[in-house]
């Protein structure tokens, strides 16, 4: 009788802890996934999407070729400061360093012309500027980093 009260005893505390468990499992499931969804917007078709940054601050190095002369490298600096100008929120700065001796010959070139672009644009545009400076021609050498 005594084994049986004992057995009974421990079945109804299982069932408690059991029930315990399954509330605090479910609290920290709703804590996980509210920690989860901060950064993240509902989707109107259900689930879950990242939320786009708006804009960012990117900087970008360019190391022009000097083979072409200076009327092609005047049209590039032109056509490359009017395209970052139409896509980008802000140019804010446009420093031009000018002709500088490369530290390895690039194309069997070993002078290149250096003009660092500041701006603010959407995050998609800096992939689409660098694919452009590594089709042109007369561009030695790009690169494009976060602020």
């Known amino acids: 009788m005594r084994?049986?009260?004992c057995g009974v005893a421990l079945k109804n505390s299982l069932?408690?802890?059991k029930k315990h468990l399954d509330k605090v499992c479910k609290s920290l499931y709703n804590i996980l996934?509210?920690?989860?969804?901060?950064?993240?917007?509902?989707?109107?078709?259900?689930?879950?999407?990242e939320m786009a940054k708006v804009s960012a601050k990117?900087?970008?190095?360019?190391?022009?070729?000097?083979?072409?002369?200076e009327e092609a490298l005047k049209a590039l600096?032109?056509?490359?400061?009017?395209?970052i100008e139409k896509h980008a929120?802000?140019?804010e700065i446009n420093e031009d360093w000018g002709k500088r001796k490369l530290a390895y010959p690039i194309n069997d070139e070993t002078e290149g012309y250096y003009v660092i672009y500041t701006f603010e644009s959407k995050p998609d545009y800096p992939a689409e500027l660098s694919r452009r400076f590594n089709i042109t021609d007369g561009v030695l050498r790009s690169l494009v980093t976060v602020c």
């Open 15 to 17: 069932k408690k802890s």
């Open 77 to 83: 600096l032109e056509k490359f400061k009017a395209t």
């Open 33 to 49: 996934v509210s920690l989860l969804i901060v950064g993240y917007e509902r989707n109107p078709e259900g689930g879950v999407f």
């Open 58 to 69: 990117y900087e970008v190095m360019v190391v022009y070729s000097l083979k072409n002369g």
């Open 89 to 91: 929120e802000a140019l």
């Open 3 to 5: 084994q049986s009260l």
